[in-house]
């Protein structure tokens, strides 16, 4: 049974990056992740598998996250669905792909990866370049491998692919908004892809700790995707309320923190 104060923590997780992902369009991953692996890491969890966990129980929350989200920027008829429908192949494939290589990986390459792409992603935020004006989305072979790199790097961190498909999209002139919203749809089959693919990546091990299912923590996962799913539109009503520059600008030196930690506990590991 789940002490109180994790649940509390969980909660507050879960309220925390809901609302995140609707509002910035970032999944929730980036904050799941390094959260997730505190909290494992403090109730005793193996340092050989906790990162692991970690992202798969991320991927596993953004299932829920992504539909919540998505249904929100719908109802204001922000989604790109083709987009969605060209990219979901590739997505799928690569996704499935990362979570294997996530299981092949050591834990402290795993966490350096986390926050090497955490990084990335809060200076990404920061420079917010403007696309050429004459940049178009590419036809489907490039939407294919775009896809196929998506779905493996979001499999590998467990982040629902915001923080490459946004910029992608952005750069191929598709307004802020509507990439924002079309993300989030990208999430669901990244998450549940990733999913299976961490389900069956841990399915053998003998190792695992109790409350798992294959590399997920199912009562991590109950808890936090229960306060995401309802905070989730809330973030996606505010975002298309509010001028988010800044809001991304301090949301991207947060992250420089996360990943010190994540460098942190590569390092440990």
């Known amino acids: 049974m789940l002490a109180w104060h994790l649940v509390l923590e969980l909660l507050l997780l879960g309220s925390c990056t809901g609302f995140l992902a ?3 369009g970032v999944g929730g991953g980036m904050l799941l992740v390094p959260f997730i692996t505190l909290l494992l890491t403090s109730k005793g969890f193996p340092s050989a598998l906790v990162v692991k966990i970690a992202v798969a129980t991320s991927l596993a929350t953004i299932c829920f996250t992504s539909i919540s989200s998505v249904r929100a920027h719908q109802a204001r008829g922000a989604v790109r669905w083709d987009i969605v429908r060209m990219l979901a192949p590739g997505i799928v494939v690569g996704s499935l792909l990362g979570a294997q290589v996530a299981k092949a990986l050591p834990a402290a390459l795993l966490a350096g990866l986390f926050a090497a792409f955490v990084s990335f992603s809060a200076t990404q935020m920061l420079r917010g370049r403007k696309p050429r004006p004459s940049r178009q989305l590419p036809g489907a072979p490039g939407m294919l491998g775009v896809g196929s790199a998506i779905g493996t790097v979001s499999s590998l961190v467990g982040a629902g692919g915001a ?3 946004v910029p992608f999209m ?3 002139n598709v307004p802020i908004h509507t990439a924002v919203a079309t993300s989030a749809a990208i999430g669901v089959p990244i998450a549940l892809a990733g999913t299976l693919g ?3 990546a841990g399915w053998s091990l003998q190792d695992l700790p109790p ?4 590399f997920i ?3 991590a996962l109950l808890v936090v995707s229960t306060t995401s799913v309802l905070t989730a539109p809330l973030g996606a009503r505010a975002a298309h309320a509010l001028d988010v520059r800044q809001l991304r600008r301090v949301f991207a030196l947060m992250l420089y923190a996360i ?3 994540m460098f942190w506990r590569a390092v440990q590991a």
């Open 22 to 24: 609707g509002l910035l």
């Open 163 to 165: 923080f490459m498909s």
């Open 170 to 172: 952005s750069s191929c």
């Open 198 to 200: 961490y389900v069956i």
């Open 211 to 214: 409350g798992t299912f294959g």
């Open 217 to 219: 923590y199912l009562p």
């Open 259 to 261: 990943a010190g930690y």
